[in-house]
T-cell receptor, first 114, second 114 residues
Framework: AQSVAQPEDQVNVAEGNPLTVKCTYS??????LFWYVQYPNRGLQFLLK??????LVKGSYGFEAEFNKSQTSFHLKKPSALVSDSALYFC????????????FGAGTRLFVKA | NAGVMQNPRHLVRRRGQEARLRCSPM?????VYWYRQLPEEGLKFMVY????????ESGMPKERFSAEFPKEGPSILRIQQVVRGDSAAYFC????????????FGQGTRLTVV
């Protein structure tokens, strides 16, 4: 079955420190991978995507993600966390089921402490 | 270009009533997806539609739930005879047909069943 996993329910980091939010995937064929962020009582906002090419993808708000094919991972990173980065982060993979649908991980809540 | 529009933002229904949730995709997008998010949980895929066609409804409950995306007008998610367990945030997303593009999300409809 095609799926995406986020092994951490919550990540805590101090402001100014680097952050990593983990994601692993299981798909057949080449994966289309995405990260979204959700702030309280809001919809999801797109952060970045990996389709092909350079394994390090840069996105919105200073976030980046590294695609690792051998480890089937797509971890989200930021060199220096901000308190305003505190939110719910979702990793997602787009799969072909006769058309394309997006499957989401369970989400990881990021807390950045001042 | 307006984003994905969902209405209403908040909907309160008594047990046994019907709930109708509307979603207008972004201009030029022919694919619509519905997701449900329970409190403190991730996004669960419900259904994927193109104009006048259901492509994948593997996440839809077998009873009481239906979805449509007519040739004209918004996509509708319909829940008949609502129960308290239906209380959740329902998100709609849309995308163009290409697989390597991200889906864009609406702000969601928060359904409360009393």
């Amino acid at each position: 079955a095609q799926s995406v996993a986020q092994p951490e329910d919550q990540v805590n980091v101090a402001e100014g420190n680097p952050l990593t939010v983990k994601c692993t995937y299981s798909v057949s064929g080449n994966p289309y991978l995405f990260w979204y962020v959700q702030y309280p009582n809001r919809g999801l906002q797109f952060l970045l995507k990996y389709i092909t090419g350079d394994n390090l993808v840069k996105g919105s708000y200073g976030f980046e993600a590294e695609f690792n094919k051998s480890q089937t991972s797509f971890h989200l990173k930021k060199p220096s966390a901000l308190v305003s980065d505190s939110a719910l982060y979702f990793c997602a993979v787009r799969v072909n089921t006769g058309g394309f649908k997006t499957i989401f991980g369970a989400g990881t809540r990021l807390f950045v402490k001042a | 270009n307006a984003g994905v529009m969902q209405n209403p933002r908040h909907l309160v229904r008594r047990r046994g009533q019907e709930a109708r949730l509307r979603c207008s995709p972004m201009k030029g997008h022919s694919h619509v997806y519905w997701y449900r998010q329970l409190p403190e949980e991730g996004l669960k895929f419900m259904v994927y539609l193109q104009k006048e066609n259901i492509i994948d409804e593997s996440g839809m409950p077998k009873e009481r739930f239906s979805a449509e995306f007519p040739k004209e007008g918004p996509s509708i998610l319909r829940i008949q005879q609502v129960v308290r367990g239906d209380s959740a945030a329902y998100f709609c997303a849309s995308s163009p047909s290409m697989g390597n593009t991200e889906a864009f999300f609406g702000q969601g409809t928060r359904l409360t069943v009393v």
